[in-house]
């Protein structure tokens, strides 16, 4: 295998050009970015990035001389516009063809917008650095952030905007925030220590449009009527993967690129990161994680499928995730959506403190934490890794914990 074409440049696609280089692959490798930087972190941007703290150049995930020790033809501001799996040919933008031996998909998501306005000043998504610098420019005391959608994204923002003496109301439709992701309890704890705060999250709120004066936002109208003034205004109400460019090429796309347990598309196609759903053999459920921690994780099991296909091994992870607030750090290990029980172990927004573990069937499918020792997550994740059963598992780690 000589050439392998990477279409995506941000954590997942270069960790997979590093992992290739790192097994021995001495051949072409063509990383492809629709961004004009070099690869960079994106957690930041909700948080070191969005305050002040960082400025853009520490986001960068290597140094220029590292990425140029890779030997790699960095196509950035080159987007991909169609796939010829017969031909085995990306297709650019500018026209250009890329042939390959190997192809790896990380192209990741994008925000979803909502439907109407558009091209509105201080009218926000977040998922690139511009996106990031441009909502920062109006993060300052007296400004009036509203953002719809109170997920992670939506909630850590709200905690730097509010650090920045701006007023913040989250706008969420659902009755309790993170519901579906977390389950209830843990939505109302982190409901808790915004309003601690002073961040308002008013839920089961329904969005009818965004108001704007002189091509400016001025608030968020309600479904009830009611306006909620704003200066600015955050959509942060999930993400759509990058797959259109897929059309047509006869690979299977149902949110997110379907792969097999080995993260294969089709014979000699990966993906890796955001884009990718896979067959989790650990769960035995297909998954699409997007999380930085999973990307690059997935991005090492993808370049040694690709380059030793007589030896595949499935990607099995325990997936893991975390979520800075305020100054409180929460993390979770497992699958915890589509959950059918959350017991809750320990919950006290005052100090703060949180432990839930995760049912589906019999067995324990994650855990969700904030304030605990490292040690007890450390157990929890070992329990979910060995597919433990649940009331067995839930004695064990609870005792420890105790």
């Not at 994008?110 to 996106?131: E, F």
Request: glycine fraction near 10%; charged fraction near 20%; aromatic fraction near 4%.
């Amino acid at each position: 295998m000589n050439r392998i074409v990477i279409v995506g440049a941000s954590a997942g696609g270069l960790s997979t050009a590093e992992a290739l280089r790192r097994a021995g692959h001495e051949g072409a490798i063509t990383l492809v970015g629709d961004e004009p930087h070099l690869p960079y972190d994106r957690p930041p941007l909700s948080k070191q990035l969005l305050s002040g703290q960082w400025e853009p150049d520490r986001l960068a995930l290597r140094r220029p001389a590292d990425i140029d020790a890779l030997g790699l033809d960095l196509r950035l501001g080159a987007s991909a516009t169609g796939l010829d799996l017969t031909e085995k040919v990306v297709t650019l933008a500018d026209g250009a063809r890329l042939p390959y031996d190997g192809l790896v998909i990380a192209t990741g998501v994008r925000p979803r917008r909502l439907p109407g306005r558009t091209g509105v000043a201080g009218l926000h998504v977040l998922r690139t650095l511009q996106d990031a610098m441009s909502l920062r420019a109006g993060l300052r005391p007296g400004r009036r952030l509203v953002i719809v959608g109170a997920g992670f994204v939506g909630a850590e923002v709200a905690a730097t905007a509010h650090g920045l003496g701006a007023e913040v109301t989250v706008l969420e439709a659902g009755p309790v925030p993170l519901a579906e992701a977390v389950g209830e309890e843990a939505g109302r704890f982190v409901a808790r220590l915004h309003d601690a705060r002073g961040v308002r999250i008013r839920t089961a709120t329904a969005v009818a449009q965004i108001l704007a004066v002189r091509d400016r936002v001025s608030g968020v109208l309600l479904a009830d009527g009611e306006v909620v003034p704003a200066d600015d205004v955050l959509v942060a109400i999930g993400s759509t993967p990058n797959t259109e460019w897929l059309s047509g090429s006869g690979l299977t796309v149902a949110d997110g690129l379907l792969c097999d347990e080995h993260c294969a598309a089709a014979p000699g196609v990966f993906a890796a990161g955001d884009v990718a759903r896979w067959h989790n053999p650990l769960f035995g459920a297909a998954m699409r994680i997007e999380h930085r921690t999973h990307a690059a994780e997935q991005a090492l099991a993808v370049a040694r499928n690709l380059l030793d296909p007589d030896r595949q091994r499935p990607f099995a992870p325990v997936p893991y995730f975390w979520s800075d607030q305020y100054d409180t750090k929460i993390q979770a290990y497992g699958q915890l959506r589509d959950h059918d029980e959350a017991l809750v172990l320990d919950a006290d927004a005052a100090r703060p403190r949180l432990l839930v573990a995760y049912r589906r069937a019999g067995r324990l499918t994650g855990v969700l934490a904030a304030g605990v020792p490292p040690k007890t997550l450390r157990a929890w994740r070992a329990l979910i890794a060995a597919g433990a059963e649940w009331s067995a598992a839930v004695a064990e780690a609870s005792q420890e914990y105790a």
